[in-house]
């Protein structure tokens, strides 16, 4: 697969609460959806993922663990793969 400019479909949002329970946003072919640890998938908006992520991100680590994932099969394109190396000392 040739690498390409990253899209909102290549990735996975995971929010992990401190009692283990993972909730998944991803965006398939059509839109958001919100996967609860239950298992239970809906459709969800750009804006309420989004609300979902920013009030994650407030909270902080103590409460709730944010991780994002690229999704199998998909690359970084090479310019970015520069930018995530650390620098050299």
């Given at each position: 697969?040739?690498?390409?400019?990253?899209?909102?479909?290549?990735?996975a949002?995971?929010?992990?609460?401190?009692?283990g329970?993972?909730?998944?946003?991803?965006?398939?072919?059509?839109?958001?959806?919100?996967t609860?640890?239950?298992?239970?998938?809906?459709?969800?908006?750009a804006e309420?993922?989004?609300?979902?992520?920013l009030?994650?991100?407030?909270l902080?680590?103590?409460?709730i663990?944010?991780?994002?994932?690229l999704?199998?099969?998909?690359?970084?394109?090479?310019?970015?793969?520069?930018?995530?190396?650390?620098?050299?000392?």
């Open positions: 697969m040739k690498p390409s400019t990253m899209r909102n479909s290549d990735y949002v995971y929010l992990i609460t401190k009692n329970s993972t909730t998944k946003f991803a965006r398939d072919e059509k839109g958001w959806a919100q609860a640890p239950t298992g239970v998938k809906r459709q969800c908006t309420q993922v989004l609300n979902h992520l009030s994650a991100l407030v902080g680590d103590q409460v663990t944010t991780r994002v994932e999704k199998p099969g998909r690359r970084f394109h090479p310019s970015l793969e520069r930018q995530r190396r650390p620098p050299n000392p």
